[in-house]
Protein backbone atom coordinates (compact mmCIF):
# COMPACT_ATOMS: atom_id res chain seq x y z
CA UNK A 1 0.00 0.00 0.00
CA UNK A 2 2.86 2.86 1.01
CA UNK A 3 4.41 1.51 -2.38
CA UNK A 4 1.68 2.58 -4.35
CA UNK A 5 1.15 5.77 -2.50
CA UNK A 6 5.31 6.19 -2.93
CA UNK A 7 5.48 6.11 -6.57
CA UNK A 8 5.10 9.14 -8.75
CA UNK A 9 3.79 7.26 -11.80
CA UNK A 10 0.89 6.24 -9.39
CA UNK A 11 0.25 10.37 -9.50
CA UNK A 12 -2.06 11.43 -12.30
CA UNK A 13 -0.82 14.44 -12.60
CA UNK A 14 2.72 13.19 -13.01
CA UNK A 15 4.39 13.33 -16.03
CA UNK A 16 5.57 10.02 -16.74
CA UNK A 17 8.28 11.21 -19.07
CA UNK A 18 9.87 13.82 -16.81
CA UNK A 19 9.66 10.43 -14.00
CA UNK A 20 11.80 8.72 -16.67
CA UNK A 21 14.23 11.19 -17.34
CA UNK A 22 14.66 11.21 -13.31
CA UNK A 23 15.04 7.72 -12.92
CA UNK A 24 17.44 7.91 -16.08
CA UNK A 25 19.48 10.00 -13.82
CA UNK A 26 19.75 8.29 -11.06
CA UNK A 27 20.60 5.09 -13.41
CA UNK A 28 23.78 7.00 -14.67
CA UNK A 29 24.58 8.04 -11.03
CA UNK A 30 23.95 4.63 -9.40
CA UNK A 31 25.56 2.49 -12.16
CA UNK A 32 28.64 5.06 -13.53
CA UNK A 33 27.52 4.75 -17.31
CA UNK A 34 26.52 8.30 -18.93
CA UNK A 35 24.48 6.95 -21.30
CA UNK A 36 23.00 3.22 -22.65
CA UNK A 37 23.17 3.05 -26.10
CA UNK A 38 20.50 -0.44 -26.00
CA UNK A 39 17.94 -2.08 -23.90
CA UNK A 40 17.72 -5.04 -23.03
CA UNK A 41 13.85 -6.79 -21.87
CA UNK A 42 14.64 -10.12 -20.52
CA UNK A 43 11.68 -12.89 -19.49
CA UNK A 44 11.42 -15.94 -18.94
CA UNK A 45 14.19 -18.04 -20.48
CA UNK A 46 16.68 -15.05 -21.44
CA UNK A 47 17.78 -14.48 -18.35
CA UNK A 48 21.28 -15.97 -18.69
CA UNK A 49 22.00 -13.77 -21.57
CA UNK A 50 22.94 -11.10 -19.46
CA UNK A 51 25.62 -12.69 -18.59
CA UNK A 52 27.08 -13.31 -21.74
CA UNK A 53 26.71 -10.52 -23.65
CA UNK A 54 29.46 -8.36 -21.80
CA UNK A 55 30.90 -7.64 -18.81
CA UNK A 56 28.86 -6.35 -15.85
CA UNK A 57 29.60 -3.02 -14.78
CA UNK A 58 26.87 -2.44 -11.97
CA UNK A 59 23.91 -3.85 -11.16
CA UNK A 60 21.25 -2.17 -9.26
CA UNK A 61 18.13 -3.06 -7.55
CA UNK A 62 14.96 -1.82 -9.54
CA UNK A 63 13.06 -0.74 -6.26
CA UNK A 64 16.83 1.98 -5.84
CA UNK A 65 15.29 3.56 -9.10
CA UNK A 66 12.12 5.78 -9.31
CA UNK A 67 9.02 4.71 -10.60
CA UNK A 68 10.06 1.46 -10.75
CA UNK A 69 7.49 -1.28 -8.85
CA UNK A 70 8.72 -3.80 -6.08
CA UNK A 71 8.90 -7.10 -8.20
CA UNK A 72 5.54 -9.27 -8.53
CA UNK A 73 7.01 -12.41 -7.30
CA UNK A 74 8.22 -12.39 -3.16
CA UNK A 75 11.85 -12.56 -3.08
CA UNK A 76 12.82 -12.13 -6.64
CA UNK A 77 14.92 -9.40 -6.98
CA UNK A 78 14.68 -7.16 -9.67
CA UNK A 79 17.59 -5.48 -10.94
CA UNK A 80 18.61 -3.16 -13.78
CA UNK A 81 22.51 -4.01 -14.73
CA UNK A 82 24.74 -1.90 -16.99
CA UNK A 83 26.56 -4.23 -19.33
CA UNK A 84 29.85 -3.35 -21.30
CA UNK A 85 29.67 -4.88 -24.68
CA UNK A 86 32.77 -6.12 -26.41
CA UNK A 87 32.15 -3.29 -29.09
CA UNK A 88 32.09 -0.94 -26.13
CA UNK A 89 28.56 0.28 -26.63
CA UNK A 90 26.73 -0.17 -23.05
CA UNK A 91 23.54 -1.71 -22.56
CA UNK A 92 21.05 -1.75 -20.24
CA UNK A 93 18.98 -5.28 -18.92
CA UNK A 94 16.44 -4.71 -17.46
CA UNK A 95 15.39 -7.79 -15.08
CA UNK A 96 12.67 -6.39 -13.68
CA UNK A 97 9.53 -6.44 -15.57
CA UNK A 98 5.88 -4.95 -14.55
CA UNK A 99 3.21 -7.23 -15.99
CA UNK A 100 -0.08 -5.40 -17.15
CA UNK A 101 -2.07 -7.87 -15.01
CA UNK A 102 -0.56 -6.56 -11.87
CA UNK A 103 -2.88 -3.77 -11.52
CA UNK A 104 -0.55 -1.17 -11.27
CA UNK A 105 -1.69 0.69 -14.49
CA UNK A 106 0.09 0.91 -17.81
CA UNK A 107 2.68 3.55 -16.99
CA UNK A 108 4.23 1.62 -14.64
CA UNK A 109 4.13 -1.69 -17.10
CA UNK A 110 6.17 0.74 -19.85
CA UNK A 111 8.41 2.77 -17.10
CA UNK A 112 11.34 0.41 -17.52
CA UNK A 113 11.16 1.46 -21.76
CA UNK A 114 10.56 4.98 -21.09
CA UNK A 115 13.68 5.57 -18.74
CA UNK A 116 15.85 3.53 -21.18
CA UNK A 117 14.52 5.53 -24.07
CA UNK A 118 15.49 8.27 -20.81
CA UNK A 119 19.15 6.86 -20.65
CA UNK A 120 19.92 7.08 -24.41
CA UNK A 121 18.88 3.49 -25.76
CA UNK A 122 18.12 3.84 -28.93
CA UNK A 123 17.44 -0.14 -29.95
CA UNK A 124 14.75 -2.20 -27.55
CA UNK A 125 15.26 -5.58 -27.52
CA UNK A 126 11.58 -7.35 -26.09
CA UNK A 127 11.95 -10.77 -25.01
CA UNK A 128 9.34 -13.16 -23.19
CA UNK A 129 8.34 -16.50 -22.74
CA UNK A 130 4.91 -17.40 -24.37
CA UNK A 131 2.57 -19.74 -25.76
CA UNK A 132 3.08 -21.25 -29.61
CA UNK A 133 -0.26 -21.33 -31.60
CA UNK A 134 1.87 -22.96 -34.92
CA UNK A 135 1.73 -26.36 -33.70
CA UNK A 136 5.45 -27.13 -35.22
CA UNK A 137 6.87 -24.86 -32.45
CA UNK A 138 8.20 -27.42 -29.89
CA UNK A 139 8.61 -25.62 -26.49
CA UNK A 140 11.97 -24.15 -26.27
CA UNK A 141 11.50 -22.60 -29.87
CA UNK A 142 12.70 -18.96 -30.02
CA UNK A 143 10.40 -17.02 -32.63
CA UNK A 144 11.16 -13.09 -34.41
CA UNK A 145 7.57 -11.37 -33.30
CA UNK A 146 6.88 -10.19 -36.66
CA UNK A 147 4.20 -7.74 -35.35
CA UNK A 148 1.40 -7.72 -32.38
CA UNK A 149 -2.36 -7.63 -31.68
CA UNK A 150 -2.85 -5.75 -28.05
CA UNK A 151 -5.66 -7.36 -27.05
CA UNK A 152 -5.38 -5.29 -23.56
CA UNK A 153 -8.02 -2.67 -24.70
CA UNK A 154 -5.51 -0.49 -23.40
CA UNK A 155 -2.53 1.65 -24.40
CA UNK A 156 0.83 3.74 -22.55
CA UNK A 157 -0.58 6.72 -24.94
CA UNK A 158 -2.14 9.43 -23.38
CA UNK A 159 -4.56 11.77 -24.99
CA UNK A 160 -4.92 12.38 -28.64
CA UNK A 161 -0.97 10.87 -29.29
CA UNK A 162 -1.41 9.23 -32.81
CA UNK A 163 1.55 7.26 -33.21
CA UNK A 164 2.03 5.11 -36.73
CA UNK A 165 3.11 1.24 -35.32
CA UNK A 166 3.80 0.03 -39.39
CA UNK A 167 6.80 -1.75 -39.03
CA UNK A 168 7.13 -2.04 -35.24
CA UNK A 169 9.09 -4.84 -34.85
CA UNK A 170 12.01 -3.71 -36.85
CA UNK A 171 12.06 -5.80 -40.31
CA UNK A 172 15.63 -4.34 -40.75
CA UNK A 173 16.91 -6.36 -36.65
CA UNK A 174 14.27 -9.38 -37.23
CA UNK A 175 16.74 -9.58 -41.19
CA UNK A 176 19.78 -9.38 -38.98
CA UNK A 177 18.60 -11.72 -36.40
CA UNK A 178 18.35 -14.32 -39.46
CA UNK A 179 22.34 -14.06 -40.50
CA UNK A 180 22.97 -15.01 -37.04
CA UNK A 181 20.33 -17.89 -37.16
CA UNK A 182 18.81 -18.61 -40.23
CA UNK A 183 15.98 -21.17 -39.11
CA UNK A 184 14.76 -18.83 -36.63
CA UNK A 185 10.72 -18.69 -37.65
CA UNK A 186 8.63 -15.49 -36.96
CA UNK A 187 5.05 -14.94 -36.08
CA UNK A 188 2.11 -12.19 -34.51
CA UNK A 189 2.24 -11.71 -30.84
CA UNK A 190 -0.82 -11.65 -29.08
CA UNK A 191 -0.86 -9.81 -25.84
CA UNK A 192 -3.79 -11.02 -23.42
CA UNK A 193 -4.43 -9.20 -20.14
CA UNK A 194 -4.21 -12.58 -17.86
CA UNK A 195 -2.80 -13.65 -15.50
CA UNK A 196 -4.99 -16.56 -16.37
CA UNK A 197 -3.85 -18.47 -19.52
CA UNK A 198 -6.28 -18.40 -22.53
CA UNK A 199 -9.16 -21.27 -22.78
CA UNK A 200 -8.62 -23.18 -26.21
CA UNK A 201 -11.30 -20.89 -27.22
CA UNK A 202 -9.62 -18.03 -27.13
CA UNK A 203 -6.26 -19.40 -28.75
CA UNK A 204 -8.58 -20.43 -31.93
CA UNK A 205 -9.98 -16.82 -31.73
CA UNK A 206 -6.06 -15.75 -31.81
CA UNK A 207 -5.56 -18.24 -34.41
CA UNK A 208 -8.82 -17.05 -36.42
CA UNK A 209 -7.25 -13.37 -36.17
CA UNK A 210 -4.14 -13.66 -37.33
CA UNK A 211 -1.89 -14.59 -33.93
CA UNK A 212 0.67 -17.11 -33.78
CA UNK A 213 2.04 -16.36 -30.27
CA UNK A 214 0.06 -15.37 -27.39
CA UNK A 215 1.48 -14.00 -24.41
CA UNK A 216 1.03 -11.26 -21.30
CA UNK A 217 3.69 -8.62 -22.37
CA UNK A 218 5.48 -6.74 -24.63
CA UNK A 219 2.95 -5.15 -27.11
CA UNK A 220 2.55 -2.13 -24.30
CA UNK A 221 6.21 -2.19 -24.07
CA UNK A 222 7.00 -2.18 -27.72
CA UNK A 223 4.15 0.89 -28.24
CA UNK A 224 5.57 2.63 -26.02
CA UNK A 225 9.38 1.87 -27.26
CA UNK A 226 8.33 3.18 -30.90
CA UNK A 227 6.79 6.52 -29.17
CA UNK A 228 10.01 6.87 -27.67
CA UNK A 229 11.33 6.56 -31.32
CA UNK A 230 13.56 3.38 -30.45
CA UNK A 231 13.87 0.27 -33.03
CA UNK A 232 12.65 -2.64 -31.25
CA UNK A 233 13.38 -6.56 -31.57
CA UNK A 234 11.11 -8.55 -30.47
CA UNK A 235 11.70 -12.09 -29.75
CA UNK A 236 9.76 -15.14 -27.39
CA UNK A 237 10.68 -17.94 -26.44
CA UNK A 238 7.93 -20.91 -26.82
CA UNK A 239 7.84 -22.32 -23.80
CA UNK A 240 3.91 -24.16 -24.52
CA UNK A 241 2.08 -25.16 -27.42
CA UNK A 242 -0.97 -22.38 -26.09
CA UNK A 243 -3.92 -23.91 -24.32
CA UNK A 244 -6.02 -26.45 -26.28
CA UNK A 245 -3.19 -26.70 -29.03
CA UNK A 246 -1.35 -28.75 -27.03
CA UNK A 247 -3.27 -31.88 -25.61
CA UNK A 248 -2.65 -31.26 -21.90
CA UNK A 249 -3.70 -28.68 -19.48
CA UNK A 250 -0.48 -25.83 -19.14
CA UNK A 251 1.62 -25.94 -15.78
CA UNK A 252 3.58 -22.83 -14.94
CA UNK A 253 5.98 -25.01 -13.55
CA UNK A 254 6.61 -26.61 -16.87
CA UNK A 255 6.95 -23.68 -18.62
CA UNK A 256 9.29 -22.74 -16.13
CA UNK A 257 10.96 -26.11 -16.94
CA UNK A 258 11.08 -25.35 -20.64
CA UNK A 259 12.47 -21.88 -20.06
CA UNK A 260 15.16 -23.23 -17.81
CA UNK A 261 15.76 -25.94 -20.09
CA UNK A 262 16.27 -23.60 -23.38
CA UNK A 263 17.89 -20.88 -21.61
CA UNK A 264 21.70 -21.72 -22.31
CA UNK A 265 20.68 -22.05 -25.99
CA UNK A 266 18.82 -18.91 -26.67
CA UNK A 267 20.49 -16.63 -24.73
CA UNK A 268 23.43 -17.66 -26.52
CA UNK A 269 21.69 -17.11 -29.75
CA UNK A 270 20.69 -13.25 -28.24
CA UNK A 271 24.02 -12.63 -27.21
CA UNK A 272 25.20 -13.10 -30.83
CA UNK A 273 22.30 -11.46 -31.92
CA UNK A 274 23.36 -8.08 -29.57
CA UNK A 275 26.78 -8.50 -30.81
CA UNK A 276 25.85 -7.70 -33.62
CA UNK A 277 23.75 -4.53 -33.58
I1 LIG B 1 5.43 -18.76 -20.68
O1 LIG B 1 0.20 -19.95 -23.21
C1 LIG B 1 3.61 -18.34 -21.33
N1 LIG B 1 3.09 -17.13 -21.20
N2 LIG B 1 -1.11 -15.62 -22.51
N3 LIG B 1 -0.45 -17.82 -22.87
C2 LIG B 1 -0.19 -16.56 -22.40
N4 LIG B 1 0.95 -16.24 -21.81
C3 LIG B 1 1.88 -17.21 -21.71
C4 LIG B 1 1.69 -18.50 -22.17
C5 LIG B 1 0.46 -18.82 -22.78
N5 LIG B 1 2.79 -19.20 -21.91
Redesign the pocket.
Known sequence: MLESITNPLDDPAADPFEVAREAAAQLAEKTGVERHDIALTL???WGKAADLIGETVATVPATEILGFSKPALEGHVGTLRSVRLANGKHALVIGARTHYYEGHGVRRVVHSVRTAAAAGATTMVLT?????IKEHWKPGTPVLISDHINLTADSPLEGATFIDLTDLYSRRLRDLARTIDPSLDEGVY???R?P???TPAE?QMAKAVGGHI????TALEAIAARQAGMEILGMS???????GIQKTP?S?QE??D??RAAEPVISALLAQIVESL
Not at 128 to 132: E, F, I, R
Not at 214 to 217: I, N, W
Not at 237 to 243: F, G, K, P, S
Open positions: GSGNGAGGTQFGHYEVVGMSLITNLAALHVIAG
